[in-house]
């Protein structure tokens, strides 16, 4: 890890204790350092204003650190944090989109990559298909229960067998 790197992770490290403009000046000065192609600096000013709630603003700086190619975790950290921003925003089809196209590159991010399709899900309406991700993610966690959890999550979205109790 760079030293770069390790003044903006002690940015975050102390960002309980600050207010969130304070988080964004930090980040920014930081993201100054930086050529202005690096992808680093958007996506760490996006993380700061998205943060600090202000997603409208966070956005834009993801798609920049994205579009400069933004590579390894930290693109898929982008995609986990711009879904959740566009979820925020009132887009959970999109963010279920920006979600689908890290899950096979998601790595030890698979868990938390679920965990935020599950809420877009919830988000669109859709809260059978929403527990079953979560479920599904959460089963292999789990010390018992492990297969009848991950079945019966799957069986929330098999479609309810047709009613044959009619006599013709």
Do not use: C, K
Not at 57 to 81: D, I
């Amino acid at each position: 890890m760079d030293e770069w790197q390790r003044r903006v992770d002690a940015v975050w490290a102390a960002a309980s204790d600050l207010d969130d403009q304070a988080v964004i000046e930090r980040i920014d000065l930081l993201v100054a350092e930086l050529p202005a192609d690096d992808p680093r600096g958007p996506f760490e000013a996006a993380g700061a204003r998205d943060s600090a709630g202000l997603e409208a603003e966070a956005e834009p700086r993801y798609r920049r650190a994205l579009e400069l190619g933004l590579s390894g975790r930290a693109r898929v950290e982008a995609h986990v944090q711009l879904a959740s921003t566009v979820r925020n925003l009132g887009r959970a089809d999109e963010a279920l989109a920006l979600l689908d196209g890290v899950r096979d590159d998601a790595g030890d991010l698979a868990d938390a990559v679920e965990a935020f399709r599950a809420l877009a899900l919830a988000s669109s309406g859709r809260t059978d298909a929403a527990a079953s991700v979560a479920l599904i993610a959460l089963a292999p966690h789990l010390t018992q229960y492990r297969r009848a959890v991950d079945a019966y999550a799957r069986e929330l979205l098999a479609p309810a067998p047709e009613d044959d109790t009619t006599t013709p």
